[in-house]
């Protein structure tokens, strides 16, 4: 049910985008009509007449947000987490660049009542953290000078940080993972909208995917895919390819 509805949010956050991009070129081309005479001539000019696709490199920072889980079963609660994403890419073509990025998310979580977690020392709403660090390949799609589109593959590994808050108790007694380092990866891409030849408003939706275990009880590890969003902006450098 949580995957399906994360689904159909990046799926409408998609759209909106496709939709303010339309809306976007049919102003501008009202706003870039023929010259009219009066008293004067008005001379509109494009902001975007310069806008190329022949950058070197760019890089982007926005604000992100992830959902993640920070325990495996029977823990039920999830955690929304906010934070930043700090992303850069090396175009050698055209269409493929290598692409790598940082990202810190930080929050709340439930917890679960496990063994100890109870009167005293009961533990609710413990701070989380992750941090991911990932590269891959980077593919231009369709685009023109209102805006692109981008996809991305990226893998690398995550930082969990899940202990920091539960003060005397083991992470057993509120269904927690360990703290711990373990593989990620990050698939989607990114919907840009140019406001000049050098400077993008940008929207990216992922789907993220990490491994955390644990070293109690079942000692497994447990793969999850889960939504995450940042919005910012981009910057393309002026050294050319």
Sequence with gaps: MVMRLQVRTSISLAALAVLAL?????????????????????????????????QRFDISLGAAYAHIKAGPPPLREGANLGGLDLTASYWFSKRWAVEGTGRAYMGTSGAGLGPGN???????????????????PEWLGPHNKHGALYAHGLFGGAYGKFEKDLRVLPPSAVWFFNDQVAPAAIIGGHIDLNRTPRWVFRITPDAIYTRYGINYGTKATYPYWNFGLSVGVDYKFHTKR
């Design 118 to 136: 109870t009167g005293a020392n009961l533990v609710s709403g413990p701070f989380v953290a992750q941090y991911l660090f990932a590269a891959g």
């Design 22 to 54: 339309c809306s976007g070129t049919r102003a501008l081309a009202q706003s870039t009509a023929a010259p009219t005479a009066g008293n004067g001539t008005y001379i509109a000019t494009d902001p975007l007449a310069n806008v190329r696709y022949d």
